[in-house]
């Protein structure tokens, strides 16, 4: 009878141990959720707003930061899994192509969460598949030129001022010929290559492809656009990105493509940035210049911690808490704070991102743009050596885009 007993008891006991083994997961619970971010000032205001939500929900946020290479391979590697490792995700517009085709994202609105109308409208146009939202505008990266103010003023460019390509050229002109450096260009990599000369490309209305996704490289507005661009780049040198911050904030060097969650201007300063009019000239017509680098959230389609992502989603996209960012090199896509005087009057440089964010142009949605930007960056790279002239530089890239796009 005793052991029979015993047996029992090791039997039940023996019951709940495969019942707890098997019934449970990876994620067992709502009590850990994790995030999968861009390092820099993009993760770390979010993570600054974390721990006022984990003791409010009783929950633990777990911070991945991760290089936007490493996000974006990172992402959609562990969307094959079953049950995700990530909760919330940061994701850079040009992905959004590939992640639909893998269905990497959940839809928010399913969750229950929609855009509100504080977003500036056209950061959202990548927030949508089908009518339903799958992406919310988290920091409002947008190219801006930064300028040393004191090389601009010597320019004749009293506060700024700088509007124009031909402002832009007058300013880096005059620094090459003090013996500084004038405009600062990245060309440590295709992207950044690519990127860095898009803003002069929109300038001149051109673009790297039409609404169909195949490519126009090789016209007269990229050829005259990098022709330009050429002009510009002979009047300063390629850096790195701190190596660029520092050479313009230092007077060291003029002016290059940024973004603002590089560097973070006030009253002492000695650098600035400007939202560029997308006019060659005052006399030439205006384009949408100014290239979206907005860090979209969303949750990933494979996450077992929906319910608790979700919710925190809503409590990052909170107006009041998004303009608690601010103060620490935050970039609310919101008028509530881009617009708020309050803000302005400390950062007066958020009135040109707010005007950048309304008028900007979001890199190609394609799911070849990695290898699009990585031949034509590659192409441009031999021009600005000489190795190649601007025609048949960019016939050559023109004819290996089309190559790619027609697979």
Request: hydrophobic share 35%; with cysteine; aromatic share 8%.
């Amino acid at each position: 009878m005793g052991k029979r007993i015993i047996s029992v008891i090791m039997a039940a006991a023996l019951g709940v141990c495969l019942c707890a083994c098997s019934g449970g997961s990876k994620k067992a619970d709502d009590s850990t959720i994790t995030l999968a971010l861009r390092d820099g000032t993009y993760a770390d205001v979010i993570e600054e707003c974390l721990p006022a939500f984990e003791e409010e929900n009783g929950v633990t946020c777990v911070v991945e930061k991760l290089s936007e290479e490493d996000l974006h391979s990172g992402v959609v590697e562990d969307a094959s899994e079953k049950e995700g490792k990530y909760d919330l995700c940061m994701v850079d517009g040009s992905w959004m192509a590939e992640y639909t085709a893998e269905n990497v994202l959940t839809s928010l609105s399913a969750l229950g969460y929609e855009l509100d109308g504080d977003i500036i409208p056209a950061t959202t146009k990548i927030s949508y598949q089908n009518g339903e939202v799958y992406l919310a505008p988290y920091y409002g990266n947008v190219t801006v030129l930064l300028y040393n103010k004191s090389l601009a003023e010597e320019a004749g460019y009293a506060d700024g001022g700088i509007s124009t390509l031909e402002d832009v050229m007058n300013v880096a002109s005059y620094a090459k010929s003090k013996g500084t450096s004038g405009f600062i260009y990245r060309g440590d990599t295709p992207n950044n290559l690519v990127v860095d000369f898009l803003p002069i490309l929109l300038s001149y209305g051109g673009w790297v492809v039409d609404e169909s996704n195949n490519p126009t490289v090789d016209t007269n507005e990229f050829k005259d656009a990098m022709n330009f661009y050429l002009e510009l780049i002979g009047t300063g040198e390629a850096l790195e990105k701190e190596n660029m911050i520092s050479a313009i904030s230092n007077n060291a060097g003029a002016l290059g493509i940024a973004w603002p969650g590089w560097y973070t201007p006030d009253e002492n300063s000695t650098a600035d940035y400007c939202a560029l009019s997308g006019r060659i000239n005052e006399n030439s017509m205006a384009y949408n210049a100014n290239v979206y680098g907005v860090w979209t959230i969303g949750i990933p389609e494979n996450s077992v911690h929906k319910e608790m992502a979700v919710k925190l989603l809503e409590y990052l996209m909170d107006p009041t808490v998004q303009k608690g960012t601010v103060e620490s090199g935050g970039v609310p896509c919101r008028y509530s704070s881009l617009a708020d005087e309050d803000i302005l009057a400390q950062y007066p440089q958020y009135d040109a991102v707010r005007a950048a964010l309304e008028s900007g142009t979001y890199r190609p949605i394609m799911m070849e743009w990695t290898e699009f930007y990585t031949i034509l960056g590659t192409h441009m790279d031999e021009i600005i050596k000489g190795d190649t002239s601007v025609d048949d530089g960019l016939k050559a890239a023109q004819a290996e885009l089309e190559e790619l796009m027609s697979k």
